[in-house]
């Protein structure tokens, strides 16, 4: 290719034309080569494009995207100046040194922007896939670009300098103290990013609370500095990664999967309204449907007789039980906890189904409002303590 180069321009210019006029002439050929060695490959690559967009995966459609063919197209050029270049101007190396140099930090520079394109591919890629959605680490993949682009600096430096790169990473190693202060943050970063990928115990999407430090929300990105949370009032707290792994946090995402979301509250009974029920009062019950069918008979027969409590928390849990949005494959139960200066707490522990923020709220609420309004069925009575208008409504004032 060379010797054709050199035959054209002998062709056009005559033997006593002047070195340098020559020395153009045969750097233009090789610039025409270039441009079309880029035209070329350019099409071959958008050809190679519509077979890829065809075929029925779509790995090869995220990974072989146009910015990545343009980014090849684009080194092609420059690969053929750096091929012509020695072999057109062997007799005189030194007088397109300058062109060498240009040429080969062009490369590089191309090198390391198709490398760094294929990273964002991938990363943008995994995102895509719900089930490859936990590797997608920001931090990971920036640390993966930093040190392309670290490497890319370290061989541009030798090649303006004339050494090798091992000789600069010598020299880096000296000030490795230095260089490991000024980089503190990223090194503590990029440890705890994989740490955390490592055990899963963070990624993008979760809820996360760490109340020593006001969080409390929907993580939006995890980078190889930052962790930024997007907090329920709509605040985003940053916070850097390391301190996940130093501090402890809460993390609902297991809530979230496991199917049923917890449900712990009290109701306080006023004490002086547990009692045993007459015949009477279990007959209506019954009638009522207050009684399980399950439990009717067991219930009459009762040694003792029947407390309105216990009869209570029968019915409640049978109703936990048997409500649609309840789960009733996880702990499930309605107990009686140490008597309080408020009443007698009565616990309900169950799991609802829904454990989206809003429905789940709402769900809760039903349940405790038909809780609340049952209990008078029963002949108690709700503790609370006494405001202006019950002791006036008593004709204390």
Known sequence: MSDSIKEIVGTIAPETLHPHLASVLLLSGIAIVAVIAYFVTKGVLMMFEKVI???PTDWDDDMLNPRLMRAVSQLAPALVVSWLLPQTFAD???????????????????????????????????LRRDNLKAYAITGIFQMFKLIMIGIGVIIAVSILIGKTPIAILTALGAS???????????ILGLVAGIQLTANKMLQRGDWIAMPNRDLNGEVIDVSLTTVKVRNWDNSVTTVPPYSLITDSFRNYRPMQISGGRRVDR?????????????????????????VPDDNGDDVRNRRGGNVNLRLLRDYLEWYLRTHPEVNAD????VRQMAPT?????VQLYFFIRETAWVKYEHIQADIFDYVYAVVRKFGLAIFQTPSGTDISGRGLL
Do not use: H
């Open 53 to 55: 967009l065809r075929s």
């Open 92 to 126: 005189s190396p030194a007088s397109v040194k300058w062109i060498d140099v240009v040429t080969s930090l062009y490369i590089l520079w191309a090198i390391v922007r198709i490398v760094v394109i294929i990273i964002d591919n991938l990363y943008k890629a995994l």
């Open 176 to 186: 490795a103290a230095v260089l490991s202060l000024v980089f503190k943050d990223t």
């Open 266 to 290: 009290s109701i306080y009974i006023d004490i002086n309204t547990v009692r045993l029920v007459s015949d009477d009062e279990l007959s209506r019950l019954c009638e009522d449907g207050l």
């Open 330 to 333: 996880m702990t499930l139960m």
């Open 341 to 345: 200066q408020s009443g007698l707490p």
